[in-house]
């Protein structure tokens, strides 16, 4: 009941951020949906279609809700109308994010003190941090991303936890290869599969009865796990393969799309971007700070800069930071096992350094990205950041007070909202008033 309150409380908060962020007021949300439009046969010119380059599953499949719904889209049509239904679905995907939240945190948390409490108040986390109830009002698709690589996260944890299983593993690969398959920020969930499928192999796959306990397989004896020997061998031969298919891919890019945006824009910038990367984004001003401030501001894609609502975020991580420490220095304190505790703050780290990398390839190419949502890029890693989050601050409080974790979480994360939210209201949703009905 708890969580299904929590569900129906960040679906109507994004519900309403959908309503009143003005049209094309999110994230390259025109480039989004004029590429839906295209996909629709809507003739729309290439100058203004600024996400032509993105994966296009995002866009076949909002334009077959909109086929389906009988919302007129045409060149007459490219308003609010068409534009709403987008947004419904991006609040769907999001509560499913949150909804993942949880099940992540059951599964990391199982066995620990008050888990249901802590994964509740992950959940509330992650359903109502700044960035993401921006990007649930927005028509683009990064909520479906984030779906999926949540999805593969939950996957991930259940599998280093608690064994490795068929369907486990389907729902880890395919979740993960579907998020960057709808957008590259959808690689750090393909890392951690990766590494992932490979400590699954080298460990026993177990069965696990319907109580989810684990048995024997098929005929009593434990698969044997593969030989360190062989899995090593087929490891580094693996490796190696992946980088001749790389650098042959490479080649046939660039043989086959000269004159593509990455061989122009992208491709003469790889390396010195990732030399400079230390440089360009961890000490630079507006690197990795830009992406700490804009998880916790809202709504402007070009983020004005809020100083009270940044030292109020930096004190909330330097608590969850004090409060696991306190755990880790108290013998059998923590609710995180090691294995989940890595996978989460792996999957964390592998969104930080893909971000730092596109940073530092603005910065080479010498495109301003100050002011941006860089935190957007944070997202598929929310799951991640919302338990490593609230377990930090159980380490605050008693074992037996961790009870009403989820009531301490909600109050902070509707002051976090209001504060980051009723600074913009009068310059941004004005629209409201000249709306037609």
Do not use: C
């Amino acid at each position: 009941m708890a969580l299904g309150l929590i569900l129906a409380f960040v679906a109507t908060r994004g519900l309403l951020g959908a309503l009143i962020n003005p049209p094309f007021n999110g994230p390259d949300e025109r480039g989004h949906f004029l590429e839906v439009a295209t996909s629709l046969q809507v003739d729309v010119s290439d100058e203004e279609r600024a996400s032509q380059h993105q994966p296009r599953p995002y866009y076949f499949a909002a334009a077959l809700a909109i086929r389906l719904f009988g919302t007129p889209v045409g060149p007459e049509h490219l308003d609010w109308q068409a534009l709403f239904p987008l947004r419904l679905a991006s609040v769907l995907l999001g509560t499913l994010t949150t909804a993942a939240t949880y099940v992540t945190a059951r599964y990391a948390l199982r066995g620990g003190p008050a888990a249901a409490p802590t994964a509740l108040a992950a959940a509330l986390v992650a359903g109502l941090a700044p960035i993401h109830q921006f990007t649930m009002a927005s028509a683009a698709n990064d909520p479906l991303a984030i779906a999926l690589a949540a999805a593969s996260t939950a996957a991930a944890i259940a599998t280093v936890a608690h064994g490795w299983t068929r369907r486990r593993a389907l729902v880890l690969v395919g979740a993960a290869l579907a998020a960057v398959a709808t957008k590259s920020t959808g690689w750090g969930a393909v890392i951690i599969t990766g590494l992932i499928v490979v400590t699954a192999l080298r460990r026993p796959r177990q069965a696990a009865r319907q109580d989810g306990t684990a048995v024997a397989d098929g005929t009593g004896q434990r698969i044997p796990s593969l030989r360190w020997s062989i899995s090593d061998r087929w490891l580094v031969g693996a490796g190696v393969m992946s980088v001749l298919v790389g650098l042959a891919g490479l080649q046939v890019v660039v043989r086959l799309a000269p004159e593509s945006l990455f061989v122009i824009h992208q491709l003469p910038f790889l390396i010195p971007a990732a030399w400079r990367l230390p440089m360009n984004y961890l000490l630079a001003p507006g690197g990795l700070s830009e992406t700490f401030r804009t998880f916790w501001v809202q709504p402007d894609y070009a983020v004005p800069a809020l100083s009270a609502a940044t030292i109020g975020a930096a004190l909330l991580v330097l608590a969850a930071v004090v409060g696991g420490l306190r755990m880790a220095l108290a013998r059998g304190g923590s609710p995180l096992r090691r294995a989940p505790a890595l996978v989460l703050i792996g999957s964390v780290l592998i969104q930080l350094l893909l971000i730092g990398y596109r940073y530092s390839l603005g910065v080479e190419k010498e495109i301003l990205l100050g002011g941006a949502a860089q935190a957007k890029f944070m997202l598929p890693a929310l799951p991640a950041i919302a338990i490593l989050l609230v377990v930090g601050w159980a380490g605050l409080l008693p074992v037996a007070q961790r009870r009403w974790l989820p009531v301490l979480v909600l109050v902070l994360m509707l002051a976090v909202d209001a504060a980051t939210l009723l600074p913009f209201l009068g310059q941004h949703y004005q629209w409201l008033e000249l709306r037609p009905v």
